[in-house]
């Protein structure tokens, strides 16, 4: 009996929220050898509600679970358990097929009886006694620290048919053909051992592991529940079958991984429940393959697959319901007509949990217990306001905070994954001529010594990401000799990681709430135009109806302005290249006796800024300095800009001197539908710029050089299109303005010889009203001078030959939007 209280803990506890219909009479024992056997069971639709993503399990299926537990003896015999077929189809929870017949009482019953549910698995939790229950996990720990786990056919598919702009259905997913995890102190067996002791979970081995992205594929989620399960599992590889390149696109290949990842738990602290992981591993090779309509659904589905649409309404619902719930109140009119609607479009079971999950909160609140355990994703609902002061000195009202997400119920986590060698292909992608062909490698990227460290900390609330990159190296398209041209590669020798990216949530300077960091060694990029333009004329194209969504203009009152400014997120950005080099060669193809045009500058930074500049903060604010705390500012300054033309054997032609040092102030506004508010603010100062020499037949090599090049201008447009698209940079509805100041600028005409100075001024200006746009450009050119350059001619102002101190050009026009 005492074997099967056991087994009874560890179903309600670890299993119950996991399997439909799981109820431990089912279960197969063998008390004498301690066996426990399940099978055929069915995953609930919301298994994975834990991992905090708004999808649902359509189809979810085990073949069989069976526990060994060496009753007799756990400190000597392993805990064997063996997990043979695990099929799980998941998709969003938006595309899940609803019954639109169904009325909304007989839905509201159906989220009665689950929170009946919630509450009666909570209160029977509850009956276990303390000493019983620590007997249980005493019990637990044993199990765990000698701990071996099989894994048999595993297969997760995550599938969707709408929610990119591509308008095409796909899936992605992983398998596994097998996978052996064991656990051990890693101390020899004297004795008792200590609850304190570290437990070391060691990977040992993963067999055809494999990663894929199909593309336009056929949609499986109204397909018969036993046709999904023998669809996922006729395609999980093995060493001795993979499934045809029509049925399955590789992006990571079946592969036999042999390596040992380490774990180590600290299983004592917490009661138990809350283990401090550490993974270090390394693996000596990675190949990754992907093709431009698999990079193109992959960008899109991660612009364009907004699960903040689903926590916006379960944290509005959940803010309603409390209120209803702690007043014991009627809501207005207004807002029960708004609950209505959001129950028409939630599920049963997110009602269920955010009603249940307040009714915990409550519970504990009165008990004087502010630890709650229901979920780490209940913070993206929870709505808790919080008064703290900033390092800037504000007071903020910080709303559904990293703290709240992290402090309760993360774990502190050290990963450190090292690669040694880690290549990615580019694939041309698949013709249907040419099934059977292998795909063409159209660039290949191989990267030295890559180092990924993940640390999270529950005290600091923090989540830092770092990223490391060695010996980094691009090739283009395979020639006809059979030579794959260099595209990108380091221009200098260094010790330090040619890429380094820091990535960091609640950051413990505690300046901002997150912080990006990106720092790249001198680098040198090669144009080369037959690999440039495979990989734009084999992307997917956007469909030309996708537009930018037309915003509604609204005035906010001062009070709203002042709320949302408290309360926006501070991003602390720094990206940094010490140096980079652009070569252009003449025909797209470089070789050592090319002529090439060359672009060059050094440390390039763009950055955040937290304070400003109170001169550049004078001209674009000027009508009005307090608009200033809308904005959120940028700063991009480089260094020693240079553009220069070189033919072999002969002199260098410097078109663009030199830029010692060019700034630019980006001011972005926090909103980008406020009517009395500009959208961009953008100002720009050249302080020094450098003589541009120019001549007619400088031109006329130019324009030779650049009709060599085989650019892609017939799809130049719709690639600025889907990069506009994708980051939301301008929108044609966005408000501009934008300064340009140049304090002394040359122009030489080389041939005459003659020298063109000016101090340059430019206003350009894009305003809305409603739905009227008005366009204003104003140039201003400041003590304008003409004399000729020769050193033997004096330049003196005397040898001036036209000379004016003030010339102005203006454009304006106002027209209503179609």
């Not at 591509?166 to 004795?191: A, C, D, K, V």
């Not at 809350?274 to 591993?281: Q, R, S």
């Not at 590669?489 to 990216?501: C, E």
Request: proline fraction near 3%; charge should be neutral.
């Amino acid at each position: 009996m005492v074997l099967k209280s056991i087994v009874r803990y560890i179903i309600n506890n670890y299993l119950k929220d996991y399997i439909e219909r799981l109820d431990d009479e089912r279960l197969k024992l063998d008390l004498r050898h301690g066996n426990v056997s399940l099978e055929n069971l069915h995953l609930k639709p919301e298994a994975l509600v834990g991992f905090g993503i708004p999808v649902t399990v359509v189809v979810g299926f085990i073949e069989k679970l069976s526990i060994v537990i060496p009753w007799k003896n756990l400190r000597s015999n392993p805990t064997k358990v063996y997990l043979d077929g695990l099929y799980v189809l998941v998709v969003p929870k938006n595309e899940v097929p609803q019954d639109f017949r169904e009325y909304h009482a007989e839905k509201m019953k159906r989220v009665q009886r689950k929170l009946d549910n919630l509450r009666k698995a909570t209160l029977d939790e509850h009956k276990v006694e303390e000493k019983e229950k620590g007997f249980f996990e005493r019990t637990k720990l044993q199990m765990m620290q000698n701990l071996h786990l099989t894994l048999k056919n595993f297969h997760i598919s995550y599938e969707t048919q709408s929610t990119t702009k591509l308008g095409h259905p796909f899936s992605f997913g992983i398998t596994i053909h097998s996978l052996q995890l064991i656990t051990t102190t890693n101390t020899q067996r004297i004795g008792k051992i200590k609850e304190h002791t570290y437990i070391i979970a060691k990977l040992e081995e993963i067999n055809s592991l494999s990663i894929y992205w199909n593309t336009d594929c056929e949609s499986r989620i109204n397909k018969p529940f036993q046709y999904v399960v023998d669809d996922l599992k006729s395609k999980i590889a093995t060493n001795d079958f993979v499934p045809k390149s029509n049925e399955m696109n590789y992006v990571f290949h079946p592969v036999n991984l042999k390596f040992v990842l380490e774990m180590i738990m600290k299983f004592a602290e917490h009661n138990f429940e809350k283990p401090t992981i550490k993974v270090d591993f390394t693996i000596e090779r990675m190949n990754f393959e992907i093709d431009p309509k698999q990079l193109s659904d992959l960008l899109d589905f991660v612009k364009f697959q907004n699960y903040s649409v689903f926590y916006d309404r379960c944290r509005e619902y959940r803010q309603l319901y409390l209120k209803e719930f702690l007043s014991n109140s009627t809501l207005t009119q207004e807002q029960e007509d708004r609950i209505h609607i959001l129950e028409s479009k939630l599920d049963v079971f997110t009602m269920a949990y955010i009603r249940h999950s307040i009714e915990l909160e409550n519970n504990q609140s009165s008990n004087g217990d502010t630890n709650t355990e229901y979920g780490w994703w209940n913070w993206w609902w929870s709505g808790k306001a919080k008064q703290t002061e900033d390092q800037r000195g504000r007071s903020i009202e910080n709303v559904n905070t990293t703290e709240d997400f992290f402090s309760e119920e993360s774990l502190n986590t050290d990963v450190q994954i090292k690669i040694h060698k880690l290549e990615f292909n580019l694939l041309s992608p698949p013709r249907k001529i040419k099934q059977n062909k292998k795909k063409e490698i159209i660039s290949r990227i191989k990267i030295d010594n890559t180092q990924i460290d993940y640390k999270r900390r529950t005290i600091s609330s923090s989540i830092l990401l770092v990223l490391d990159l060695g010996y980094f190296q691009i090739y283009g398209l395979k020639s006809n000799e059979n030579h794959r041209p260099l595209m990108l590669t380091s221009a200098t020798k260094s010790l330090n990681s040619l890429i380094h990216i820091e990535f960091e949530l609640a950051p413990t300077n505690k300046v901002s709430d997150y912080r990006f960091l990106l720092i790249m060694e001198p680098l040198t990029i090669i144009y080369d135009g037959a690999t440039i333009n495979e990989i734009v004329e084999n992307f997917e194209p956007i469909d030309t109806k996708i537009t930018f969504t037309n915003p509604i203009i609204k005035q906010r009152t001062r009070e709203e302005l002042e709320h949302d400014v408290f309360n926006q997120k501070i991003f602390d950005m720094t990206m940094q290249i010490k140096s980079l080099s652009l070569v252009s060669p003449e025909y797209g193809i470089y070789k050592q006796n090319s002529n090439i045009i060359l672009i060059q500058f050094n440390n390039f930074l763009l950055k955040s800024c937290f304070s400003s500049d109170q001169q550049d903060d004078d001209t674009l604010f000027k009508t009005n300095l307090s608009e200033r705390q809308y904005y959120v500012k940028y700063k991009l300054i480089f260094n020693d800009f240079r553009i220069v033309y070189l033919r072999p054997d002969k002199d260098r032609l410097n078109i663009l001197e030199s830029i010692k040092i060019f700034q630019m102030n980006f001011y972005k506004c926090i909103y980008s539908d406020e009517n009395n508010l500009t959208d961009w603010r953008i100002y720009i100062r050249i302080n020094e710029m450098g003589n541009i020499e120019f001549s007619k037949k400088t031109f006329k090599k130019l324009n030779s050089h650049y009709e060599t090049i085989p650019l892609f201008s017939s799809t130049m447009l719709q690639t600025i299109n889907r990069i506009n698209l994708f980051f939301q940079i301008f929108s044609p509805y966005s408000t501009i303005e934008f300064y340009i100041l140049i304090p002394k600028c040359s122009f030489i005409i080389s041939r005459s010889q003659k020298l063109f100075e000016t101090e340059f001024h430019s206003h350009i200006l894009k305003t809305r009203n409603e739905n009227e746009f008005n366009k204003f450009i104003q140039i201003v050119l400041k003590n304008v001078a003409m004399k000729f350059s020769s050193s033997s001619i004096s330049n003196q102002l005397s040898q001036s030959f036209y000379q004016k101190n003030f010339i102005q050009l203006l454009y304006s026009d106002s027209h209503t939007k179609l």
